[in-house]
């Protein structure tokens, strides 16, 4: 049970890293006009509170169960 909760606090992690990938390249290639409008940065901060509390949820999986 310990080795699966590893391999899936490892799986968490490597999506919360896709998804700061894919954040990145999102708005590294849009223009800047398109920033100007609140649904980009609305978007950039879900994604950012989803990516925090990914990181979370993977340090849990990793603490010793008691």
């Known amino acids: 049970m310990r080795i699966l909760n590893i391999i899936c606090g490892l799986a968490i992690i490597v999506a919360a ?28 901060a879900g994604a950012g509170l989803m990516i925090v509390l990914c990181l979370i949820g993977a340090v849990q999986l990793f603490r010793r169960p008691n």
Do not use: E, K
């Open 17 to 44: 890293l896709h998804l700061v990938h894919g954040i990145h390249h999102f708005y590294g290639h849009m223009d800047r006009q398109s920033m100007h409008g609140i649904g980009p940065w609305t978007a950039m």
